[in-house]
């Protein structure tokens, strides 16, 4: 039942792009959108294409939404300082961030929230054997290892949120090992 039934919304939406795009809604365009739907339906064989099960945890994606909207009014405030108070306060610079994982939708997700962020930018994304490097223009680079630290906590609540559970425990574990390093300082210093 569910497999026709999306069978339909998809043969129904691409009948719709169809007349769309040719801007005429016409007895002809309807009629030939559905033979053309029908067609690339019966050639891609869409039922072979693996696509991953998509993760979401509530709780953890309104976090995420959350701390994007406090980052986002913080980085807001001080930009219009920066515009009410001319000066050298800005220290521009692009700074490599290495992902711990997660599917592209994941990465997409934390590139394109940098962006939106005023005063960042992610200028490229590589992907390779070992993951994926997020390359990030700021305005307020003067502490890079701050900067990466910020990027690593958007992408940690990403992947806990939107991830699979391997992202999850993967990002957990850097947690406790981040935590361990902390703790083991804090005991030298005493």
Known sequence: MRVAL??????????VLWVALWDDISVANIV???VVAVFVVAVVHLD?????EPHFHLVLATWYILLLGWQLLLA???????????????????????????SDDVVTLVAN????????????VKRDESGAT????????????????DVLKLEALALRA?????????????????????????????
């Open 76 to 102: 807001s405030l001080r930009l219009a300082w920066e515009i009410l108070t001319p000066g050298h306060g800005t220290y521009t610079g692009i700074i490599a961030v290495p992902m711990r994982g997660g």
């Open 113 to 124: 929230s940098i962006t939106l962020t005023p005063g960042t930018l992610t200028v490229d």
């Open 32 to 34: 030939s959108g559905m």
């Open 6 to 15: 999306r069978l339909w919304a998809l043969l129904l939406g691409l009948t």
């Open 162 to 190: 939107f991830g699979s559970e391997e992202d999850a425990a993967r990002v957990e574990g850097d947690y406790q090992r981040q935590a361990d390093v902390v703790r083991a300082e804090h005991e030298e210093d005493s």
């Open 48 to 52: 072979r294409i693996e696509r991953p």
């Open 134 to 149: 997020l390359y990030v223009h700021g305005m307020y680079t003067r502490d890079v290892e701050a900067v990466r630290r």
